[in-house]
């Protein structure tokens, strides 16, 4: 990792380790998402061969829990460093003044339609523990996978609010062009 990756200030410090860490958990799940889907597809296609199909039964569901998982690991990661992508159409319109407000009010938003959803996650797990709502090939309660999600997005959440106040890193600037 490059130090331009590593926001600076004591703010962003807050948030870099636990959302490195999350990082890294989002890069071991994908990795096993990888090997399941791998294996998945190999132990599918023994009939080439002569040997009985042997899939790995469930894997749609595995797959289809740990992608959310993955993805709101390494929110608070992308969010931090600026890794995600962005869309420059209004950035011409905006004065050379305005654009550390829109960078604010950008990062705000998003912080605040995050946290919005993790508090329908939140509520949705509230249901599932509730209901005693299960998945549907392996009997897994549903909870701990949403309330999982509603506290990682929860974290996404600060971390913008972080990166709303933090200046731009030295990777993605403000752009000072007109």
Known sequence: MTSEATPQGGL??????????????????LFGLMLLTFVDVLGRNLDI??????PIPAAY??????????????????NLTGGHVTIDLLDGFVPRF?????????????????AFMAW???MRSVDHLEYGEV?????????????????????????????AVLPPSADHPIPQDA
């Open 49 to 54: 061969i002569g040997m009985t199909p042997l």
């Open 12 to 29: 962003a410090r807050l948030g870099h380790w636990p959302s490195l860490v999350l990082a890294v958990v989002a890069c071991a799940a």
């Open 61 to 78: 569901e595995l797959v289809s829990l740990t992608m959310p998982f993955i993805i709101f690991c390494a929110l608070p990661w992308v």
């Open 120 to 122: 329908r996650l939140y």
């Open 135 to 163: 998945t549907v090939e392996l009997y897994l309660p549903m909870w701990p996978f949403s309330t999982a999600m509603a506290v990682l997005a929860a974290i996404a959440a600060v971390v913008m609010l972080i990166a």
């Open 98 to 114: 305005a654009r550390r407000a829109q960078h604010m009010i950008v990062h705000l938003v998003s912080a605040g339609a995050i």
